[in-house]
């Protein structure tokens, strides 16, 4: 049993960190837009597995968990599944490297408009996607 309620949560948030994105974006924060695009897209993702009754695991990316179970996700979400996938893949690789950088790789010298402009792209559209579906059902 879900709790609509909890998906729509996560939603709403994500939503709220869109927002956050556009700031981010507008200032040239490219890595954190690439860090929080990320977390925008796994609050949604676990919100569509947790509305189509999948068991979410505790991890960051969730795309091959969306293609293995593309037949439990609402019809209009199953087409997809795997650009949805591929997008949680390429943002979870970013992840740290965005937050943390290393001592040959400095995160704000690193990532491009370019970058950042797909990242919201990608985020927004995500967004778009799982709203449709998780928050008819509050």
């Known amino acids: 049993m879900t709790n609509p309620k909890l998906e729509a949560d996560y939603v709403t948030r994500a939503g709220h960190r869109l927002e956050a994105l556009r700031v981010l974006l507008a200032r040239g924060a490219h890595a954190d837009v690439m860090r929080e695009a990320q977390e925008i897209i796994e609050l949604c993702l676990k919100a569509l597995l947790r509305a ?68 919201f792209a990608d ?6 996607q799982v709203a449709r579906i998780v928050l008819p059902r509050t």
């Open 52 to 119: 189509s009754g999948v068991t979410v695991p505790q991890i960051h990316d969730v795309g091959a968990i969306i293609v293995a179970e593309a037949g439990r996700l609402p019809a209009t979400a199953r087409p997809h599944a795997h650009r949805m996938a591929e997008i949680s893949k390429a943002l979870r690789k970013d992840r740290e490297i965005a937050f943390y950088g290393s001592e040959d790789l400095i995160p704000s010298e690193f990532y491009t408009r370019t970058d950042a402009d797909r990242a």
């Open 123 to 128: 985020a927004e559209w995500v967004l778009e």
